[in-house]
């Protein structure tokens, strides 16, 4: 398998180079040079499967000859045996037709580690081959930063450094950021969004002075690994709930567009999805541009699901290219265009090519409590913010009645007490696997908003 660049003129990579390479050379986004396919034979013989095994089967194609099957079925048991829950990630009905499937069974509580925690491995496998290090820089709003830093902790050949936007993070993320003490593990609060760390991330990729010196890599779902380990939980899901003979719809809480890609990527292997319903609150360039094509950022607006304060949707390009005739020459222009305006339009054949399995809803910060209060009174589940605007975006589209809706529950409850709290009356506890987490000590730097605030900082940190 190999991997091009969104942008059309990084070289092709294969799967180890792709995992280490993080953004392609050229600013772009690697995704497979053709999309895996699987028979309708072949995914029903995945039904049944536990789920470490499941995900070997589904990534082995991406994987091609950068692992031998057993070596990649190691790592798969190695990551998911570390998850509270037997399935990995386990379905919940909440009605007739409304199921919610839990992702935040692993240690960090967010949907993050189902890939981070394989990441991680792949990251030691592939650099303990050449002996070679990483220093990954990597954006959070909240819930990649303990993800990834769980996953690399301790490592020696791995040196992160995970800027988090300040204040703009519940206190329980910042926390499993900022108390793993880990020689290796650099937090940096800045002042601005998640955009502005995002931007900052993907500079520093094409920083000559940074990257003479330092390998960069990336944790962000910029790492193709990220979206391929996602993928898996779409096929668990259609499993269980009588794919792939059944149809069902996703209803995906949306930020950076990486877990709804990860369907898309589902839909292009053979999985047949009726719909993804892209869930976003306030912060709603995705819903715009879904709805009239119209892809131009404002500013971010906090909300009470932080996580997705995002108006600068990464994976989104991917899309764009993958729907819209895989012009690499094309899309390049298309997002220097949006880098120097903050705005563009959808093609025709991006609207379309959208359109065919993508549709969109928003929440506000009403409907967010209201899908909290509803999931439970009159289901029993409590739901995180993030997970509560998907649910009400399954809840508005029009779902054909005999079509199971999936929301994905992107993070656990007990992230974000304060949102649930208001919504419920009741404050979620924390898993006892976080931990003593508000009697640790903190340690994190603030810097100013400012790319050269943040390369000089971690130009001075980096062994
Ligand atoms: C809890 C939670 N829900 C949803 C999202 C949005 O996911 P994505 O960025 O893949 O669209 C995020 C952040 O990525 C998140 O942390
Ligand atoms: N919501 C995310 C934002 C980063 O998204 P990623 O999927 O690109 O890592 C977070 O929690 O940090």
């Given at each position: 398998m190999r991997y091009v660049s969104t942008r059309g003129e990084a070289p092709s990579l294969d799967f180890a180079e792709v995992t280490l390479a993080g953004?392609?050379?050229?600013g772009g986004l690697y995704v497979p040079e053709e999309w895996p396919q699987f028979s309708l034979d072949e995914i029903a013989a995945m039904?049944?499967?536990?789920y470490a095994e499941l995900a070997a089967r589904v990534m082995e194609p991406f994987v091609g000859d950068s692992l031998t099957p057993e070596r990649l079925r190691a790592l798969t048991a190695k990551a998911y045996g570390?998850?509270?829950?037997?399935?990995?990630t386990p379905l919940v009905q909440l009605d007739e037709q409304h199921w919610v499937l839990e992702l935040f069974h692993g240690p960090t509580l967010a949907f993050k580690d189902v890939a981070l925690q394989m990441l991680g491995l792949l990251f030691e496998e592939f650099l303990g081959r050449e002996e070679g290090s990483l220093t990954i820089v990597g954006a959070t709003s909240g819930d990649t930063g303990s993800a990834a830093i769980d996953a690399v902790a301790g490592l020696d050949n791995v040196e992160i450094f995970m800027l988090h936007p300040k204040g703009r993070v519940s206190d329980v993320q910042r926390r499993q950021m900022t108390t793993v003490r880990a020689p290796n593990v650099h937090n940096i609060a800045i002042d601005g969004s998640f955009d502005d760390a995002q931007a900052m991330v993907k500079r520093i990729f094409a920083d000559g002075d940074v990257t003479a010196k330092h390998r960069i890599g990336a944790v962000n779902s910029i790492n193709w690994a990220r979206l391929m380990a996602q993928v898996v939980y779409y096929f668990a899901a259609s499993l269980q709930l009588g794919g792939p003979e059944r149809k069902l719809a996703f209803s995906v809480p949306t930020g950076n567009f990486g877990d709804v890609f990860a369907g898309h990527v589902a839909a292009r292997m053979g999985l047949p999805i009726e719909r993804l319903i892209v869930a976003t609150n306030v912060n709603d360039i995705l819903h715009r541009a879904l709805g009239q094509g119209d892809y131009s950022a404002g500013t971010v607006t906090p909300t009470a699901a932080p996580s997705m304060d995002i108006q600068v949707s990464s994976n989104f390009e991917r899309l764009l290219f993958d729907v819209g005739g895989r012009n690499g020459a094309a899309m390049a222009e298309q997002m220097r265009g949006f880098e120097a305006d903050k705005a563009m339009r959808l093609t025709n054949a991006q609207r379309e090519g959208a359109a065919a399995l993508f549709t969109s809803a928003r929440a506000d910060e009403g409907d967010t409590s209201q899908a909290m209060r509803w999931a439970y009174e009159q289901c029993g589940e409590m739901l995180d913010p993030h997970t509560a605007i998907g649910l009400h975006a399954a809840r508005e589209a029009a779902i054909d009645s005999d079509v199971p809706v999936v929301t994905l529950a992107t993070a656990h409850p007990a992230k974000f007490p304060d949102a649930v709290e208001r919504a419920t009356g009741l404050r979620p506890p924390l898993p006892s696997?976080?931990?003593?987490l508000f009697a640790r000590e903190e340690s994190f730097i603030e810097l100013p908003g400012t790319y050269e605030a943040v390369r000089d900082h971690i130009m001075e940190r980096a062994s």
């Open positions: 953004l392609a050379s050229d039904r049944g499967l536990p570390r998850f509270a829950h037997k399935a990995v696997r976080v931990g003593d």
